[in-house]
C-alpha cells in the first residue's frame, strides 16, 4: 500500500504496517532469495520501522494536545458557572 504526502495519518501507518509485515514476510520465507536480499530486506524494513514509529509519535501527541484541550474548555466552562 502507498500513502502519499497528503494521506492522513492513520493511512499512513496504515500502509507502513503493511509494508512492514509485507518486508518480514519476504526476509524469513522467500526461499527463493538469497542472504544478500534477506539483508536488504530488513534494512529497508528498520529504515521504515523508525518511519512508523516517528508518524505513531505524531499521531499520539496531536491526539493528546486535542484531548488536552477539551478538557481545558470544559474546565473554564465549569468554572465559569
Not at 477539551?70 to 465549569?78: M, N
Amino acid at each position: 500500500m502507498i500513502a502519499s504526502r497528503e494521506s492522513t495519518a492513520e493511512t499512513m501507518m496504515r500502509a507502513l504496517s503493511y509494508s512492514l509485515g509485507a518486508l518480514d514476510t519476504a526476509a524469513e520465507l522467500d526461499v527463493d532469495r538469497g542472504a544478500e536480499d534477506r539483508a536488504f530486506f530488513t534494512a529497508e524494513r528498520a529504515t521504515l520501522q523508525a518511519s512508523f514509529n516517528e508518524v505513531s509519535t505524531l499521531v499520539a501527541s496531536s491526539q493528546h494536545r486535542l484531548r488536552g484541550s477539551r478538557h481545558s474548555a470544559s474546565t473554564c466552562c465549569y468554572l465559569m458557572k
